[in-house]
């Protein structure tokens, strides 16, 4: 047999052995149609947003129910949970707040015999005011697209909590349930949140704050005398004791474990951020986004300045800070092994970036020695720099070192698009607000545990999400919220809110022009009590 031949009946074959193949696997395929499949495309459209931040993984619906005293932080709780998962992950969350039902039937500034639980007539009432938060409650988690409800009371029987089940079992809803009980049996942490939290509520709004506060423990002790804490026939909890022992009783799933880990997280002890952007940068000057250059000189200014506020102010503590045992804040001198009281000890996070790690350079970090809560002594170094890169900025891609008019010449139809819909808008090859929200979450967690002042040196995209988030913005005004340089923004979350001060260390008329700003977008910016234009082209320098 010749060669020729032989390669002719090997190759015949081999074609055989091929067509018995693509027989087996594809028996649909018909070389007649124009078979030409397309790559798979999302539903959501071109530069789609990431599942996680829209919602897509938590199939189950799921219903909170809070149990505590008063004075626990249920409250705070229930509002931190619902804010993170609608803020973070697009899961509509909804708080019913009994109490708030109880004012609309009764009235505020009840006195405390009527949560005397022998007083039958207020038992009733309070009966109803449940009722009322219930069916609300069940009506709203009837409706497409809800995932989360919170039933925030005391719930402080097990014969209201077993109505609260029995209710939502015969309405048909079927959800997940799990309750989360608060207690606190520290006599220090109690008394600050009745001072901080309940008696600015509408209960006790314009009382003398001694009648109030007697007021108050007498009510707390009327709902002691008959209070049950939850136990394993209540079904799926967590427990969680004064914010530092957590137990979890039967909890699954992906929404509830979610829940989980992030109340493990939280606390209620008062604390405070401190958010700046860095000093103007070279690329600011020229009116660049993106990059990694360093300072000007008007930002090593800046720079100087923040180190002195960081000293002066952030690192100065407060007769609160002295006065508080669970925060106990001392110094000994090297010199004379004196132990001064005075300076509490303060975190230092900046972006992986050149003009953040600049900006920080002169914020001093000298050793503190630092008595915790559980009592260990430690040395503290404080302000110690913590590079973050989930704190680097939002990432132009193809645009990044470009300006705005560049990028409008150059990209036209991207640059459209980024005026039609800035939160959801991803750069070419870059990212999103809506990406940069997604990186941002564990860090929206370490700030939610942290009990220390924190200093956070970013960037104008990146403190926008944080800012919207604990000021209780919705998302799509984010990417609108002014960030100027040369500003601090101090922010002070509790239970109904977050109070918010700015410091601006460096005025524009000091600075030379940066040549350009951000462009405006299709939503204008957020109202500020600034003493300068929201568009300011000095203090709103461009960013993405």
């Given at each position: 047999?010749?060669?020729?031949?032989?390669?002719?009946?090997?190759?015949?074959?081999?074609?055989?052995?091929?067509?018995?193949?693509?027989?087996?696997?594809?028996?649909?395929?018909?070389?007649?149609?124009?078979?030409?499949?397309?790559?798979?495309?999302?539903?959501?459209?071109?530069?789609?947003?990431?599942?996680?931040?829209?919602?897509?993984?938590?199939?189950?619906?799921?219903?909170?129910?809070?149990?505590?005293?008063?004075?626990?932080?249920?409250?705070?709780?229930?509002?931190?949970?619902?804010?993170?998962?609608?803020?973070?992950?697009?899961?509509?969350?909804?708080?019913?707040?009994?109490?708030?039902?109880?004012?609309?039937?009764?009235?505020?500034?009840?006195?405390?015999?009527?949560?005397?639980?022998?007083?039958?007539?207020?038992?009733?009432?309070?009966?109803?005011?449940?009722?009322?938060?219930?069916?609300?409650?069940?009506?709203?988690?009837?409706?497409?697209?809800?995932?989360?409800?919170?039933?925030?009371?005391?719930?402080?029987?097990?014969?209201?909590?077993?109505?609260?089940?029995?209710?939502?079992?015969?309405?048909?809803?079927?959800?997940?349930?799990?309750?989360?009980?608060?207690?606190?049996?520290?006599?220090?942490?109690?008394?600050?949140?009745?001072?901080?939290?309940?008696?600015?509520?509408?209960?006790?709004?314009?009382?003398?704050?001694?009648?109030?506060?007697?007021?108050?423990?007498?009510?707390?002790?009327?709902?002691?005398?008959?209070?049950?804490?939850?136990?394993?026939?209540?079904?799926?909890?967590?427990?969680?004791?004064?914010?530092?022992?957590?137990?979890?009783?039967?909890?699954?799933?992906?929404?509830?474990?979610?829940?989980?880990?992030?109340?493990?997280?939280?606390?209620?002890?008062?604390?405070?951020?401190?958010?700046?952007?860095?000093?103007?940068?070279?690329?600011?000057?020229?009116?660049?986004?993106?990059?990694?250059?360093?300072?000007?000189?008007?930002?090593?200014?800046?720079?100087?300045?923040?180190?002195?506020?960081?000293?002066?102010?952030?690192?100065?503590?407060?007769?609160?800070?002295?006065?508080?045992?669970?925060?106990?804040?001392?110094?000994?001198?090297?010199?004379?092994?004196?132990?001064?009281?005075?300076?509490?000890?303060?975190?230092?996070?900046?972006?992986?970036?050149?003009?953040?790690?600049?900006?920080?350079?002169?914020?001093?970090?000298?050793?503190?020695?630092?008595?915790?809560?559980?009592?260990?002594?430690?040395?503290?170094?404080?302000?110690?720099?913590?590079?973050?890169?989930?704190?680097?900025?939002?990432?132009?891609?193809?645009?990044?070192?470009?300006?705005?008019?560049?990028?409008?010449?150059?990209?036209?139809?991207?640059?459209?698009?980024?005026?039609?819909?800035?939160?959801?808008?991803?750069?070419?090859?870059?990212?999103?607000?809506?990406?940069?929200?997604?990186?941002?979450?564990?860090?929206?967690?370490?700030?939610?545990?942290?009990?220390?002042?924190?200093?956070?040196?970013?960037?104008?995209?990146?403190?926008?999400?944080?800012?919207?988030?604990?000021?209780?913005?919705?998302?799509?005004e984010a990417p609108y919220v002014a960030i100027p340089l040369n500003n601090v923004i101090q922010l002070t979350?509790?239970?109904?809110?977050?109070?918010?001060?700015?410091?601006?260390?460096?005025?524009?008329?000091?600075?030379?022009?940066?040549?350009?700003?951000?462009?405006?977008?299709?939503?204008?910016?957020?109202?500020?009590?600034?003493?300068?234009?929201?568009?300011?082209?000095?203090?709103?320098?461009?960013?993405?």
């Open positions: 047999m010749n060669h020729s031949h032989s390669a002719a009946i090997m190759t015949a074959a081999a074609a055989a052995a091929s067509t018995r193949t693509d027989t087996a696997s594809y028996d649909h395929y018909d070389p007649k149609e124009n078979y030409n499949p397309m790559p798979h495309k999302l539903s959501e459209g071109e530069n789609a947003t990431p599942l996680e931040v829209i919602g897509s993984t938590a199939t189950d619906k799921l219903v909170i129910v809070m149990v505590g005293l008063p004075a626990t932080g249920k409250t705070h709780i229930a509002k931190r949970i619902c804010r993170f998962l609608s803020f973070f992950h697009d899961i509509p969350s909804q708080i019913f707040n009994v109490g708030d039902y109880r004012r609309q039937l009764c009235g505020a500034q009840l006195p405390a015999d009527f949560y005397h639980p022998d007083n039958e007539d207020a038992m009733a009432a309070r009966q109803m005011a449940c009722d009322a938060a219930l069916q609300d409650m069940m009506e709203y988690l009837q409706q497409d697209g809800v995932r989360v409800a919170a039933l925030d009371a005391t719930n402080s029987t097990k014969r209201r909590r077993q109505h609260i089940l029995q209710t939502l079992r015969a309405a048909g809803i079927g959800c997940k349930k799990m309750f989360v009980e608060s207690i606190c049996d520290s006599q220090e942490l109690l008394e600050e949140n009745i001072k901080k939290v309940k008696l600015s509520t509408p209960d006790y709004r314009d009382m003398d704050p001694e009648q109030a506060m007697l007021d108050f423990k007498e009510r707390r002790s009327n709902y002691m005398s008959v209070y049950e804490p939850v136990d394993e026939t209540d079904g799926p909890h967590l427990k969680i004791i004064n914010s530092k022992q957590f137990i979890v009783n039967n909890i699954r799933g992906y929404l509830p474990l979610k829940v989980v880990h992030f109340v493990m997280n939280l606390h209620t002890l008062p604390r405070t951020f401190y958010l700046t952007r860095h000093g103007q940068s070279e690329y600011n000057v020229l009116g660049k986004i993106g990059g990694d250059s360093g300072l000007s000189p008007n930002g090593i200014k800046y720079a100087k300045r923040l180190a002195q506020f960081a000293k002066d102010h952030i690192a100065k503590a407060r007769q609160e800070d002295i006065d508080d045992k669970e925060v106990v804040v001392v110094q000994r001198d090297e010199t004379t092994g004196e132990i001064r009281k005075g300076e509490r000890p303060c975190r230092l996070w900046t972006s992986t970036m050149r003009r953040t790690k600049e900006t920080a350079q002169f914020i001093d970090h000298h050793m503190l020695n630092h008595e915790w809560d559980n009592g260990d002594n430690l040395e503290w170094v404080q302000f110690r720099p913590m590079a973050r890169r989930n704190l680097d900025e939002l990432y132009a891609g193809v645009c990044d070192g470009m300006t705005y008019k560049e990028i409008e010449k150059v990209f036209p139809d991207e640059f459209q698009r980024r005026q039609d819909d800035k939160l959801a808008y991803r750069y070419p090859r870059g990212e999103s607000y809506m990406d940069v929200t997604l990186r941002l979450e564990p860090l929206a967690q370490e700030l939610e545990r942290t009990r220390e002042p924190v200093l956070v040196v970013a960037h104008q995209g990146i403190l926008r999400i944080v800012y919207a988030y604990f000021m209780g913005l919705d998302r799509k979350p509790h239970a109904y809110g977050c109070h918010e001060k700015r410091f601006c260390l460096m005025h524009k008329d000091e600075m030379e022009n940066d040549g350009q700003d951000e462009p405006v977008t299709s939503m204008p910016e957020r109202k500020t009590s600034q003493e300068y234009s929201p568009n300011d082209p000095i203090m709103n320098a461009p960013s993405c």
